[in-house]
C-alpha cells in the first residue's frame, strides 16, 4: 500500500517522524511520498527521504506561497536531486490554483503554476495538481498543455463526476482523500465509484484530513488504508483488489 500524498515535513511531526514511520510501515504501507509547498519545505522533504528508505519526495511551490517563488531555485533543486545517486525525487508538486484564502493574486499564481509544469516537462516529472475554487482557471491551463507525457494527478479531489471526466479527458488521474469517508461529501463518493479503477490513487495529505474513524485526529500515512477500505466497499470489491489496482497506479506513475 502507498500513501501517495503526506506532509511528513510538516512541524507537527517534527518530534516523532520515526514513530509515524513505523505505524505505517506496522500498518502495511510500505511508501509514502513527501510533498513539499515552499523552498524550506522541499529542502526537508528531501532529508525525510534521505533518512528513510520507504519515502520519497517531491519539490514544488503551492499557490498560497507563490509570492516567494524562486523558479532558479527550483530548477537547482530539481537538478540537484536527479545528480543524486540514489535519486529519489518523483513529482513536481503540490503546484496550481487557490482562490480559496488568496483572491488578489489570481494571474501570479497562474504564471506560477505554469513555470512549473514547464520546468516538470523540462525534467521530465510528473505534476501534483492542487485545485481549491479555481476549476475554470486549472481546467484551461491543463488544456493548454494536455496530453502529460511525464503524468498528472490531480490531489485530494473534490469536485463534481463531470469536471472529473474532463480531467480524464486529458489523461490526469485523480487521487482521493480521508474525505471520501465523511458523511456529507457525496460528490467525491460518486466519483471515487464511478471512475475507472486504473484512473486514480489514495492518499493522507497528512497531517490533515484524517479519515473516519480517526477524523479529528492528526492524520499520518497509517491511516491511509482506512480510506482504502472505504473506497472498496463503495465500489463492492475486495480491499485487497483495490489496493493492488491502486498501487499498480501510483507506482506506474511515480516509477518507483
Same mark, same amino acid.
Given at each position: 500500500m502507498l500513501d501517495t500524498h503526506c506532509h511528513l515535513n510538516d512541524e507537527q511531526f517534527d518530534k516523532d517522524v520515526d514513530r509515524v514511520v513505523n505505524n505505517f510501515l506496522h500498518a502495511g504501507v510500505d511508501?509514502?511520498?513527501?510533498?513539499?509547498?515552499?523552498?524550506?519545505?522541499?529542502?526537508?522533504?528531501?532529508?525525510?527521504?534521505?533518512?528513510?528508505?520507504?519515502?520519497?519526495? $517531491?519539490?514544488?511551490?503551492?499557490?498560497?506561497?507563490?509570492? &516567494?517563488?524562486?523558479?532558479?531555485?527550483?530548477? $537547482?533543486l530539481i537538478k540537484d536531486a536527479q545528480k543524486d545517486e540514489r535519486n529519489k525525487l518523483v513529482a513536481v508538486g503540490e503546484i496550481g490554483l487557490d482562490y480559496y484564502r488568496i483572491k488578489d493574486n489570481k494571474e501570479r499564481q497562474?504564471?506560477?503554476?505554469?513555470?512549473?509544469?514547464?520546468?516538470?516537462?523540462?525534467?521530465?516529472?510528473?505534476?501534483?495538481?492542487?485545485?481549491?475554487?479555481?476549476?475554470? &482557471? $486549472?481546467?484551461?491551463?491543463?488544456?493548454?498543455?494536455?496530453?502529460?507525457?511525464?503524468?498528472?494527478?490531480?490531489?485530494c479531489y473534490s469536485g463534481s463526476l463531470e469536471y472529473a471526466n474532463e480531467l480524464l479527458k486529458l489523461g490526469v488521474k485523480l487521487s482521493f482523500t480521508g474525505v471520501v469517508t465523511y458523511k456529507n461529501a457525496n460528490n467525491v463518493k460518486e466519483v471515487a465509484k464511478s471512475i475507472p479503477l486504473d484512473s486514480f490513487f489514495l492518499e493522507t495529505d497528512c497531517p490533515y484530513l484524517a479519515p473516519v474513524p480517526h477524523r479529528g485526529e492528526r492524520n499520518e500515512p497509517a491511516f491511509v488504508m482506512d480510506t482504502a477500505k472505504y473506497v472498496a466497499d463503495l465500489r463492492e470489491m475486495s480491499l485487497s483488489d483495490l489496493i493492488s489496482a491502486t498501487d499498480q497506479n501510483a507506482t506506474k506513475f511515480f516509477k518507483f
Open positions: 511508501k509514502a511520498i513527501c510533498v513539499a509547498w515552499d523552498i524550506p519545505s522541499n529542502e526537508k522533504a528531501r532529508e525525510i527521504a534521505r533518512k528513510y528508505d520507504c519515502v520519497y519526495y $517531491t519539490v514544488g511551490v503551492h499557490p498560497d506561497n507563490v509570492a &516567494d517563488y524562486d523558479e532558479q531555485k527550483l530548477e $537547482t497562474k504564471k506560477v503554476f505554469i513555470s512549473q509544469i514547464e520546468l516538470a516537462f523540462k525534467f521530465h516529472l510528473p505534476i501534483i495538481i492542487h485545485c481549491r475554487e479555481a476549476y475554470g &482557471d $486549472t481546467l484551461e491551463i491543463l488544456k493548454r498543455y494536455a496530453p502529460f507525457k511525464f503524468g498528472a494527478v490531480m490531489h
